[in-house]
Each structure stands twice: as C-alpha cells, then as structure tokens.
C-alpha cells in the first residue's frame, strides 16, 4: 500500500505561480496529477514514469505547467505557471500506469485545494 501526501495548494491571483508537491511513503511507477473542480469531472492534469523518460499534459495545462520527480525522495512536483480562475479545483496526486485515465492509478492521495483569483 502506497500512501500519498499533497502539498502546496493555496489561493493565487491570476498570472501568478504555484509548486504543488505529492510525497509517496514508497516507490512508485508513473506519477500523475489530476484536478477537479466543483461541479466537474476529474480531469487528468499531467503523468511522468518512473524514468521521467515519458510525460503527458492534458491540453488545458500544456505549456504552462511542468511536472517532475525526485525518485530519491519519491516526490513528485507540479510548476504551474500563469494560472487562470479556471485552474481553480482540488488537484490530486496519484500513483500507477502511466495513463491519462483514473481508472489506470490504484493510489491517490487526499487533495490539495488551489484557488485562482482573477
């Protein structure tokens, strides 16, 4: 069992930038973020592999946002940049297959909340 612990979420106003961080109490395979907002579906954010070889972006973010990971310290950490009010959702870090669907990430952690004032 891996347990995953996000950090970093906060309000911001729009423009500015935010590191979110998710620490993982083992080792892990592909690590992404996803995020919903109120009222919406989750909605995949980025994946990187174990490597940092491979990594995606969901559209809305690409760009702007940066993922990687320190396998040392099985953290992985999500830049993002120029945010907009419609960043605004509760970002959630997870663990397993590199994929841009949920049902591919067996470990999740709890949520951080990011809120973007314009």
């Known amino acids: 069992q891996v347990q995953l612990v996000e950090s970093g979420g906060g309000l911001v106003q729009a423009g500015d930038s935010l590191r979110l961080s998710c620490a993982a109490s083992?080792?892990?395979?592909?690590m992404g973020w996803f995020r919903q907002a109120p009222g919406k579906e989750r909605e995949f954010v980025a994946v990187?592999?174990?490597?940092?070889?491979?990594?995606y972006y969901g559209d809305s973010v690409k760009g702007r946002f940066t993922i990687s990971r320190d396998n040392a310290k099985n953290t992985v950490y999500l830049q993002m940049n120029s945010l907009k009010p419609e960043d605004t959702a509760v970002y959630y870090c997870?663990?397993?297959?590199?994929?841009?669907?949920?049902?591919?990430?067996?470990?999740w952690g709890q949520g951080t909340q990011v809120t973007v004032s314009s």
């Open positions: 997870a663990a397993g297959e590199i994929s841009t669907y949920i049902r591919d990430y067996a470990y």
């Open positions: 990187v592999s174990w490597s940092g070889r491979s990594i």
């Open positions: 083992g080792r892990t395979l592909a």
